[in-house]
């Protein structure tokens, strides 16, 4: 049954370890239950349906992930994405709330569309390999940006750009020791290592003042304020042109990069090298983003932190299952969840930053015309904070390197065309 259902396999995996990986996930992506409210509030949105939107598009959406794709990725809304909903849509336009999440249910729509025309399919397959094995490298990266940036180990410089934090305070501090003690538990391979990192930090933190405990059991608010308050006056604007362009190409290369990269660190394909239920997996995102419009929330997508469950050996649906049950769980115990302080969940990134650096030595840095590519894909996606960015100028260094030197036969159609499509939103 759970074969059937989750596509489990006994011979690859346990189901206890399958749980583990599944709350391991959610603990290191339970902030979107805070963050995410906190940012689309900002446009006049009700936080608390926010909060209670934002738990349930995660549950559903990842548990159409688990029993349709089959694939241990979780789902919620995106973040970069519900920035550019408050800041840029409404925020930057002027244009409401209402109107954002228009732009957000036609974007979705669109993507349906385009998986039945297996269009997005066909995008990921004219990548090249070196790029590929970037993607997951870069998301690596990427991740492990986030944690140090999340514990203040590394903080925003007006001259630099960025520098190193200051250290002495406890969340730092305690950063540091559980990026330590969850190493340790990885070298002695104690299973659960990284949700036993999670719980110990929370834990120590209760004395440093660091996990501040707000109850336990609370009820969840209704969603009534922003349900269903979709806005049709002005979608033939162009401004809705740009809106809604922006968010599918954003929405459509985050997607891609984090299946990608996650498939590829947990070893996910076909005997014929793709991806399992690609397909599957796209419909779900897209059909996610159109219903999580209507609830009352900007673009879900796959969330890149799903590589934290695949670390400690999530490989089917079943990961996913246990995360959409704990997003569920969270709508009652919502206190408790959110008292998980960052300090607890920063190691778990930056530990998964290191252990998606292994695709790196499928990269031959000998052969510039793959390695140049490969690290301009890599550096771009936590020095521009986004996947989609690491794989455009990735993908464009290869096609230009590769059409300009006596490796031209290397590049196909297809990458010439998704070349010019990236050039052109650029230019555009």
Same mark, same amino acid.
């Given at each position: 049954?759970?074969?059937?259902?989750?596509?489990?396999?006994?011979?690859?995996?346990?189901?206890?370890?399958?749980?583990?990986?599944?709350?391991?996930?959610?603990?290191?992506?339970?902030?979107?239950?805070?963050?995410?409210?906190? @940012?689309?509030?900002?446009?006049?949105?009700?936080?608390?349906?926010?909060?209670?939107?934002?738990?349930?598009?995660?549950?559903?959406?990842?548990? $159409?992930?688990?029993?349709?794709?089959?694939?241990?990725?979780?789902?919620?809304?995106? $973040?970069?994405?519900?920035?550019?909903?408050?800041?840029?849509?409404?925020?930057?336009?002027?244009?409401?709330?209402?109107?954002?999440?228009?732009?957000?249910?036609?974007?979705? &729509? @669109?993507?349906?569309?385009?998986?039945?025309?297996?269009?997005?399919?066909?995008?990921?397959?004219?990548?090249?390999?070196?790029?590929?094995?970037?993607?997951?490298?870069?998301?690596?990266?990427?991740?492990?940006? @986030?944690?140090?940036?999340?514990?203040?180990?590394?903080?925003?410089?007006?001259?630099?750009?960025?520098?190193?934090?200051?250290?002495?305070?406890?969340?730092?501090?305690?950063?540091?020791?559980?990026?330590?003690?969850?190493? +340790?538990?990885?070298?002695?391979?104690?299973?659960?290592?990284?949700?036993?990192?999670?719980?110990?930090?929370?834990?120590?933190?209760?004395?440093?003042?660091?996990?501040?405990?707000?109850?336990? +059991?609370?009820?969840?608010?209704?969603?009534?304020?922003?349900?269903?308050?979709?806005?049709?006056?002005?979608?033939?604007?162009?401004?809705?042109?740009?809106?809604?362009?922006?968010?599918?190409?954003?929405?459509?290369?985050?997607?891609?990069?984090?299946?990608?990269?996650?498939?590829?660190?947990?070893? &996910?394909?076909?005997?014929?090298?793709?991806?399992?239920?690609?397909?599957?997996?796209?419909?779900?995102?897209?059909?996610?983003?159109?219903?999580?419009?209507?609830?009352?929330?900007?673009?879900?997508?796959?969330?890149?932190?799903?590589?934290?469950?695949?670390?400690?050996?999530?490989?089917?649906?079943?990961?996913?299952?246990?995360?959409?049950?704990?997003?569920?769980?969270?709508? @009652?115990?919502?206190?408790?969840?959110?008292?998980?302080?960052?300090?607890?969940?920063?190691?778990?990134?930056?530990?998964?930053?290191?252990?998606?650096?292994?695709?790196?030595?499928?990269?031959?840095?000998?052969?510039?015309?793959?390695?140049?590519?490969?690290?301009?894909?890599?550096?771009?996606?936590?020095?521009?904070?986004?996947?989609?960015?690491?794989?455009?100028?990735?993908?464009?260094?290869?096609?230009?390197?590769?059409?300009?030197?006596?490796?031209?036969?290397?590049?196909?159609?297809?990458?010439?065309?998704?070349?010019? +499509?990236?050039?052109?939103?650029?230019?555009?």
């Amino acid at each position: 049954m759970l074969t059937k259902l989750f596509g489990f396999n006994p011979n690859t995996s346990t189901i206890r370890t399958e749980v583990v990986a599944g709350i391991t996930t959610f603990l290191t992506m339970a902030y979107i239950l805070a963050v995410n409210p906190a @940012i689309l509030c900002e446009t006049g949105m009700d936080k608390g349906a926010l909060f209670t939107t934002t738990a349930l598009m995660a549950a559903i959406a990842t548990m $159409m992930m688990a029993t349709i794709a089959k694939l241990p990725f979780a789902l919620a809304p995106g $973040m970069g994405l519900n920035a550019f909903f408050a800041y840029t849509i409404c925020l930057g336009l002027g244009y409401s709330w209402q109107f954002a999440l228009t732009a957000v249910f036609i974007e979705g &729509i @669109i993507f349906i569309l385009l998986t039945v025309t297996n269009l997005r399919e066909m995008i990921v397959y004219c990548l090249s390999d070196s790029i590929k094995n970037a993607i997951s490298v870069g998301i690596g990266m990427f991740i492990a940006y @986030i944690g140090l940036q999340n514990s203040g180990i590394i903080v925003s410089n007006s001259a630099t750009q960025v520098t190193l934090g200051g250290l002495g305070s406890a969340t730092p501090i305690l950063t540091i020791v559980g990026t330590i003690l969850t190493a +340790i538990l990885l070298v002695k391979r104690v299973k659960g290592a990284l949700l036993i990192g999670i719980l110990a930090i929370t834990l120590i933190g209760i004395p440093c003042g660091v996990t501040s405990m707000q109850g336990i +059991i609370s009820t969840p608010p209704s969603i009534e304020p922003i349900f269903f308050k979709l806005e049709w006056s002005n979608i033939f604007t162009t401004d809705m042109l740009i809106v809604v362009s922006t968010l599918l190409f954003l929405d459509l290369f985050d997607t891609i990069g984090t299946l990608v990269g996650v498939c590829n660190k947990a070893n &996910i394909y076909t005997p014929d090298g793709k991806i399992p239920r690609l397909k599957e997996a796209f419909m779900v995102d897209a059909i996610a983003t159109t219903l999580g419009s209507i609830m009352g929330t900007s673009t879900v997508t796959t969330f890149a932190e799903s590589a934290t469950g695949v670390s400690e050996g999530g490989r089917s649906g079943i990961t996913a299952a246990v995360t959409s049950l704990c997003f569920l769980a969270a709508l @009652i115990f919502a206190p408790l969840f959110l008292s998980i302080p960052s300090a607890a969940t920063a190691p778990v990134l930056i530990i998964v930053g290191v252990m998606m650096m292994e695709s790196v030595t499928k990269i031959d840095f000998t052969n510039f015309a793959d390695a140049v590519p490969a690290f301009i894909c890599i550096i771009m996606m936590p020095l521009s904070y986004s996947i989609s960015n690491g794989i455009i100028f990735g993908h464009l260094a290869f096609v230009a390197i590769n059409l300009c030197t006596d490796n031209h036969k290397r590049v196909s159609t297809g990458m010439i065309v998704l070349a010019v +499509i990236f050039l052109l939103r650029f230019l555009l």
